[in-house]
């Protein structure tokens, strides 16, 4: 049995497959986020800083958890955040 695909569904499949390995970054703290160092299209290594939150007089660095892509950034500079807040998504 053959099953043709159409170039659309193709897309729509690659799409799907690509949200699961994207990688979601959460704050592990609550703040203010300060300032954002990455932008959407950069390519991050392992550790490389995102962004960094300002938290009780403290200036902490949210660092990539794995190499890849910026995909999206989900809060902007001044944002108060949460724990567990997402901040950005890698793929």
Do not use: F, N, Y
């Not at 990688?23 to 392992?46: C, H, M, P, Y």
């Not at 108060?80 to 793929?91: K, R």
């Amino acid at each position: 049995m053959v099953r043709i695909i159409s170039s659309m569904a193709r897309r729509r499949e690659t799409r799907e497959r690509a949200k699961i390995v994207a990688t979601e970054v959460e704050a592990q703290i609550a703040g203010s986020l300060w300032k954002i160092e990455r932008a959407v299209g950069d390519a991050v290594a392992a550790d490389d800083t995102l962004m960094v939150i300002e938290s009780m007089k403290m200036e902490i660095p949210v660092e990539s958890p794995c190499a890849g892509t910026v995909a999206q950034i989900c809060v902007a500079e001044g944002d108060s955040i949460e724990e567990g807040t997402v901040l950005a998504v890698i793929d």
